[in-house]
């Protein structure tokens, strides 16, 4: 309801509370910005932790030796290997708007930053656990129809500090990490490979990167 009797007030009285005024507006407009700062946008640069193994998503310009022989995709547990920033992007034919929030359910694309090559995978076998091979795809950031996952969460919006699935749109698989480790030339290093269903082992968090707002700067967050 509007109130629409009109109030002469004391200049005087005016000064006192308008101080007041300008604080509760700069406060409103700190706790938007603060909870803003919680959630997930499109065009993120991020590092995803697999919460079960405490590895990062990785990928290097180092193919397969077997499968498909495209690029690999590991987890590896430095916090600060630059080869583990991904962007996220829209689908092929449906891009995101730049700093909006990825909804729950929202399908997208993961860019590798180092090679351009999209998170991707197909019917290939992974080369040590014998599930589904996961590989990075692509040239400059296009690739194909196999490139894109749905962002599984509990809320509306997937925030930073959400645990969520990433399940491939292709072949319903969960991007997951079990036990398997690499020999030489990626010694130590995961396999990450696609599972068919979504326990504790498809779990990822966002972790170190660059988060997008609208119409601002990037924020960042820790160390790139």
Request: contains cysteine.
């Amino acid at each position: 309801m509007l109130w629409r009797r009109c109030v002469r007030v004391p200049s005087a009285a005016l000064a006192s509370v308008l101080p007041l005024v300008l604080l509760w507006s700069a406060w409103s407009g700190a706790e938007a910005r603060d909870s803003d700062l919680n959630l997930v946008t499109c065009g993120s640069l991020v590092k995803l932790l697999n919460t079960r193994h405490n590895v990062r998503l990785h990928s290097h310009d180092v193919k397969y030796g077997s499968g498909s022989g495209q690029q690999s995709v590991t987890g590896v547990d430095a916090a600060d290997d630059a080869n583990s920033f991904w962007q996220i992007r829209g689908k092929p034919d449906k891009p995101c708007t730049r700093g909006a929030p990825i909804k729950c359910g929202q399908q997208v694309r993961f860019t590798h930053m180092k090679t351009g090559r999209n998170l991707h995978s197909h019917h290939f076998t992974s080369p040590l656990s014998n599930n589904q091979e996961v590989s990075a795809f692509g040239e400059r950031g296009e690739g194909d129809d196999l490139d894109v996952w749905t962002v599984q969460c509990d809320s509306d919006v997937w925030e930073r500090d959400d645990s969520v699935r990433l399940k491939h749109v292709g072949t319903d698989v969960f991007l997951a990490v079990t036990g398997e480790t690499y020999g030489h030339p990626i010694r130590g290093q995961r396999e990450v490979h696609g599972m068919n269903n979504g326990g504790a082992h498809s779990l990822w968090k966002t972790m170190e990167g660059v988060f997008i707002q609208p119409s601002t700067e990037p924020l960042r967050h820790d160390e790139l």
